[in-house]
């Protein structure tokens, strides 16, 4: 695919490092206002979740009609799907890439090895997906394997059996949209738990696994029934509706649907968020590890895009995740700094004649759902 800017290889990889390690210096250090922009997210998160079940409250305590109740209803499965997004995103993705842990006098729950470690997995990040194994899963093999094989996130090689798949292509249009709707606990948490299964394999020299296990009678099934999916399905699906058996049963069955309704505003919005970040036919692949520090960040970029970015509110919609760019530059920095840093990184972009894709969320999922079905490839760059 023939473009406007400069080849790989033609990349001055040393002076690129060098301009990109100047932002750190050019930023200064993570402090009080960017731990204060941190919880003003979080409060933003809470109170949508809060603002969800008050909603599920008022229309069961006063026993709305149906029509009033589905309508309000179908707000509060919104709101409590953007808090859940809101959690994961917006709070424990910061800090559980220590974003935060040299802020002066921070609380320890948002370091990286206090936030969610534990039992706290329950107050600061209950989900499908296992924290410490997401970590492993997202901040190591995703980050540093960025477009290789080793990427655990590569959307490409990851849906190749569709590619294949002899059926019509509606069938995988269809196919993708249900996924969609249901990914966090049908791929996330498998595969982040598949993942750090095979960091062990790896220490005990032992072949890695391809294959999810998915069977409550394996031991990896086992471990994901038991730790990772139950868990999450017994409290949000059984414990919190019958918190409103006083209403009636059939309150606690409206509840029930409120609360999958929910569930599958949260899956959608985080697949239309997350995945099209490195997954379409202007994304770079790459066949080798990275060298030097140089051609690591230039991978960041050449295989990253972001969204529309703006206001806070506008961000945290996407969950900060409109800055991909510059969070692949520099994980470890907290969401304010991304703010900060995107028109220096825009810059040199263009010193460097680097293409700095910057679209549309929509465009870009569609272009995701295109490679997705086997109608589009990303760009390779191979035995560099």
């Not at 006098?105 to 370091?111: A, H, L, R, V």
């Not at 062990?200 to 890695?208: I, Q, S, V």
């Amino acid at each position: 695919m023939a473009h406007k800017y400069a080849n790989y290889e033609d990349v001055d990889q040393q002076q690129l490092q060098q301009d990109i390690d100047e932002i750190k210096s050019s930023l200064g250090a993570v402090g009080e206002e960017d731990y204060q922009h941190l919880l003003k997210l979080e409060r933003w998160g809470r109170g949508a979740t809060l603002s969800g079940f008050f909603l599920i409250f008022l229309i069961t305590f006063f026993n709305i009609s149906s029509f009033g109740f589905w309508i309000i209803g179908l707000i509060a499965a919104v709101l409590i799907g953007v808090g859940n997004v809101g959690r994961w995103a917006n709070v424990a993705h910061p800090v559980l890439h220590g974003a935060y842990d040299k802020v002066p006098n921070i609380p320890e729950k948002y370091k990286k090895d206090v936030f969610a470690s534990g039992n706290r997995r329950w107050i600061d990040w209950f989900d499908w997906i296992k924290p410490d194994a997401w970590v492993f899963e997202h901040n190591i093999m995703h980050h540093y394997h960025l477009g290789e094989d080793d990427d655990p996130d590569n959307v490409e090689r990851n849906m190749t059996w569709l590619h294949e798949a002899k059926i019509p292509m509606f069938m995988k249009y269809g196919f993708v949209y249900i996924f969609a709707a249901f990914w966090k606990f049908t791929y996330y948490a498998p595969n982040t738990l598949r993942i750090l299964e095979n960091k062990e394999r790896r220490r005990r020299k032992e072949p890695e696994t391809l294959e999810y296990e998915v069977s409550p009678f394996t031991k990896n099934g086992a471990i994901l029934w038991k730790e990772y999916l139950l868990p999450y399905a017994i409290f949000h699906f059984i414990v919190l509706p019958l918190l409103f058996l006083p209403f009636g049963f059939a309150a606690v069955l409206n509840v029930l649907v409120i609360l999958l309704i929910a569930e599958i505003v949260a899956n959608m919005h985080s697949f239309l968020v997350i995945v099209p970040n490195h997954s379409a036919e202007d994304i770079y692949q790459f066949s080798t590890p990275h060298k030097t520090q140089g051609e690591y960040y230039l991978r960041q970029i050449m295989g990253s895009v972001n969204y529309d970015t703006g206001t806070d509110l506008i961000d945290f919609a996407h969950g900060f995740l409109n800055y991909q760019i510059e969070h692949h530059l520099f994980p470890n920095m907290p969401h304010s700094f991304y703010q900060k840093m995107q028109p220096i990184v825009k810059d040199i972009c263009k010193k460097h004649n680097l293409e700095y894709r910057q679209e549309s969320v929509f465009k870009r999922i569609g272009m995701t759902v295109e490679l997705m079905v086997g109608n589009s490839k990303v760009l390779r760059v191979d035995g560099i």
